[in-house]
């Protein structure tokens, strides 16, 4: 297991945000990327969630600051090529598992895109 390189981390977190604002905007109020050893946890919070409308003040702040978690990005060496895996919500697990365009890796933008293409509609 070879830790994510710090400037690698800078450039992944850029990436996916710039790729939220420019593509999710209207789903995706932020990205929140965590890192641990050769992995990056991706998860997004959405502009506006769904809330019932008899939540009180605090429940609907609570709401909008839980994040949503969409994948696990495993570090290959290269910054364009990662590793997927699908935030599974029925067994709170990340599952290897392909990108829209039927590969097990993909670019950090695709591999949110995949994600988000649930969770996030």
Avoid at 18 to 32: G, L, N, P, Q
Avoid at 43 to 57: M, V
Avoid at 83 to 98: Q, V
């Amino acid at each position: 297991m070879v830790p994510i390189p710090e400037p690698v981390r800078r450039t992944l977190t850029d990436r996916l945000e710039t790729h939220a604002r420019t593509a999710w905007s209207e789903r995706c109020a932020r990205v929140d990327v965590r890192f641990r050893g050769d992995y990056a946890y991706i998860d997004a919070f959405e502009s506006n969630p769904w809330i019932r409308p008899d939540a009180s003040e605090e429940e609907q702040e609570r709401i909008r600051q839980t994040p949503t978690k969409l994948c696990r990005l495993a570090w290959s060496g290269d910054a364009d090529s990662w590793e997927f895996a699908f935030y599974k919500y029925s067994d709170e697990r990340y599952e290897p598992s392909i990108t829209l365009d039927g590969s097990f890796v993909g670019s950090p933008e695709s591999c949110f895109d995949t994600a988000a293409q649930l969770y996030l509609q």
